[in-house]
Nanobody, 131 residues
Framework: QVQLVESGGGSVQAGGSLRLSCAAS????????MGWFRQAPGKEREEVAT???????TYADSVKGRFTISQDNAKNNLYLQMNSLKPEDTAMYFC?????????????????????????WGQGTQVTVSS
């Protein structure tokens, strides 16, 4: 079972930066989508950014140009660099990984971001941005 643990959240003033990390254990997929989501009090969870195994990324319009998603080559760690933070970025941030799409040749392949079924979720890390 894949386990995801987020860290790096905190309280900052508007205009500041934070770097979120997500440590993935028992992640044995040869490929697949990983992403960051957030949920503010009283609001729906929203997708912030995703990254595929080939390095292709997507971003919510609200964070384009300010946030950068990345992962290490072993896919054991996922990151979200957040710059120029705004009060509206305040939320609980979650790391997520896609579930199994198929298995072949002894390897497991998770869904790509274009059709991702995010089966694994971390517990979240709080980000609070004050004006």
């Amino acid at each position: 079972q894949v386990q995801l643990v987020e860290s790096g959240g905190g309280s900052v003033q508007a205009g500041g930066s934070l770097r979120l990390s997500c440590a993935a254990s028992r992640y044995t997929y040869s490929s697949g989508c990983m992403g960051w989501f957030r949920q503010a009090p009283g609001k729906e969870r929203e997708e912030v950014a995703t990254i595929d195994s080939d390095g292709s990324t997507t971003y919510a319009d609200s964070v384009k140009g300010r946030f950068t998603i990345s992962q290490d080559n072993a896919k054991n760690n996922l990151y979200l660099q957040m710059n120029s933070l705004k009060p509206e970025d305040t939320a609980m941030y979650f790391c997520a990984a896609a579930g199994t799409a198929f298995e072949f040749g002894g390897h497991s392949y998770a869904y790509l971001c274009s059709s991702a079924d995010f089966a694994y979720w971390g517990q979240g890390t709080q980000v609070t941005v004050s004006s």
